[in-house]
C-alpha cells in the first residue's frame, strides 16, 4: 500500500534542517516559548500578510480562543458548514454557543452563502437558537470559499466571521492568502495538513492588536502585564519550541511544496478526466490557488464510489472518505433535533466522494494507476 501522505518522503529532503534545528534547541533548553517560537511566528505573518501570527497547542485550541477573543459565548448562534471536520462546531459548543448548521456548495463543497442567509432567517425565528453571532468560514480540502458573498451576509446581520483555515495554509483567495480572510483566522500544524509538524500545533492571525494581545494572555493562563498576574481565564496553549523548530525546517519548502500540490492535482484531473465514466474532479474557480489539503473527487453515485474504493485497495491505493457522516447525523447532536434528510448537499457529498493520495511527492504514475483502477471497477456498476 502506498502512503495516503508520505511524510518519510519529505523528511527525507528536510532531514539535516530539522535535525540541525532541533539540536539547536536541545543545546539552548528553552523548551517554552523558546526563540523559534517568536521567529516562526514572525515567518508565519509575513508569509500570510497579517501584523500578528499567535502559535498555539493545535487548530482546535486556535478556534476556541478564537471565539472566546470576540466575545461569544453562551446565548449565542455560531453558523457552521456541516461538512467539515467537528473540530469546527467542538470550538463552538467549548465556549458555550450554540452550533447552527448550514449546507454547502456541491461543486466548491464549501459553504453556500444562499443557504446561509436562509439558516439566518429560521435562526431568528427559532428562541432556542439564541443570537446570530458568528459564522465559521472553512475552506474545506484547501479551496477558499466565497468570501465576498460571505462577508456581506455576515455584515447585514451584524455576524462576526471566523475563517478555519485548517486545512487550507498556502492557498490563495482573489490575490489574497488564506489565514488573512477575516478579523480571526486559524489553522492546524497536524502533521497531515498542508503546514503539518511533528506532533499537534497551530496558529492564530489577525492584524487587530488587541484582539492579539488578548489571544498572547490566553494562551499562558491569561496571564496579565506581569507573571503570575491574571487578568482572564486561559488555558495552556503553546506552541512546544521543538515543534516551532521543526515548523521552520518545513516553512523553507513549503511554497514549493504547494507548487508540486498543484502538478499532482493536475495529473490526476488528466487522467481521470479522460474515462469513458469520469468522476467529478476538483473546480477551482478562476483567481483561486488550493493549497490542495485533499484531491477529492465525486461519483454518479454510493456505489460507483464504494466500487471505486474497492478496487483501489485492490490496486495498492489507499482512499479516504471526507467525511462519511455529515454533522447534523453526528450523534453527539442529536439534541440539536435536525432530520437526516436536512442539508442535502452534504448527505449526497458523503455518500458519493472520495479523496485519493495527496502529498507534494507523489509519484505522478499513482495518477495513471488509480485512474486506471477507477475504470475497472466502473465497468462493472
Ligand atoms: C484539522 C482541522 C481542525 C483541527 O485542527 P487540530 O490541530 O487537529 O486541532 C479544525 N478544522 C478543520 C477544518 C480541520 O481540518
Known amino acids: 500500500m502506498i502512503p495516503f501522505v508520505d511524510l518519510q518522503a519529505q523528511f527525507r529532503k528536510i532531514e539535516s534542517s530539522v535535525r540541525r534545528r532541533m539540536d539547536a534547541v536541545l543545546a539552548h533548553g528553552q523548551f517554552i516559548m523558546g526563540p523559534e517560537v517568536g521567529e516562526l511566528e514572525k515567518e508565519l505573518g509575513r508569509y ?12 482546535t485550541d486556535a478556534l476556541v480562543m478564537a471565539l472566546m477573543a470576540l466575545g461569544i459565548g453562551p446565548g449565542d448562534c455560531v453558523f457552521v458548514p456541516v461538512m467539515t471536520f467537528i473540530a469546527t462546531s467542538e ?18 463543497f464549501n459553504l453556500d452563502p444562499s443557504d446561509l442567509e436562509r439558516r439566518i432567517r429560521d435562526a431568528k425565528a427559532d428562541p432556542k437558537c439564541g443570537r446570530p453571532a458568528a459564522v465559521m468560514v472553512v475552506n474545506l480540502f484547501g479551496l477558499c470559499a466565497d468570501f465576498e458573498a460571505i462577508d456581506a451576509i455576515a455584515k447585514k446581520h451584524g455576524l462576526e466571521v471566523v475563517e478555519d483555515a485548517a486545512q487550507s495554509f498556502g492557498a490563495v483567495h482573489r490575490g489574497r492568502k488564506s489565514g488573512a480572510l477575516a478579523k480571526i483566522s486559524c489553522t492546524s500544524f497536524f502533521p497531515a495538513k498542508p503546514l503539518g509538524g511533528y506532533g499537534d500545533g497551530g496558529a492564530i492571525f489577525t492584524s487587530d492588536a488587541a484582539i492579539a494581545d488578548a489571544l498572547r494572555s490566553m494562551r499562558v493562563h491569561g496571564q496579565g502585564r506581569e507573571r503570575y498576574e491574571h487578568v482572564r481565564l486561559g488555558f495552556t496553549a503553546r506552541l512546544d519550541t521543538l515543534q516551532a523548530a521543526i515548523l521552520l525546517a518545513k516553512m523553507e519548502v513549503f ?6 500540490r498543484g502538478r499532482v492535482a493536475q495529473t490526476y484531473s488528466r487522467f481521470l478526466g479522460e474515462l469513458p465514466k469520469a468522476p467529478v474532479t476538483p473546480m477551482i474557480p478562476a483567481n483561486e490557488r488550493s493549497a490542495w489539503a485533499q484531491y477529492s473527487i465525486t461519483f454518479a453515485d454510493r456505489a460507483s464510489r464504494d466500487a471505486a474504493r474497492k478496487g483501489l485497495e485492490a490496486s495498492g491505493i489507499p482512499s479516504v472518505v471526507y467525511y462519511p457522516i455529515p454533522l447534523h447525523r ?14 442535502p448537499n452534504a448527505v449526497r457529498m458523503s455518500e458519493t466522494i472520495l479523496s485519493l493520495p495527496m502529498h507534494p511527492y507523489l509519484d505522478e504514475s499513482v495518477a495513471g494507476r488509480a485512474a486506471e483502477s477507477i475504470r475497472e471497477s466502473l465497468k462493472n456498476v
Not at 48 to 59: D, F, L, P, Q
Request: a negative charge.
Open 48 to 59: 500570510v500578510g497579517v501584523e500578528h501570527a499567535i502559535s498555539c497547542s493545535s487548530g
Open 91 to 108: 470550538a463552538v459548543e467549548r465556549v458555550g454557543a450554540r452550533p447552527c448548521f448550514v449546507d454547502v456548495d456541491p461543486r466548491t
Open 255 to 260: 511554497e514549493e511544496e504547494i507548487l508540486a
Open 330 to 343: 453526528q450523534p453527539v447532536y442529536a439534541a440539536l433535533g435536525y432530520a437526516p434528510g436536512d442539508f
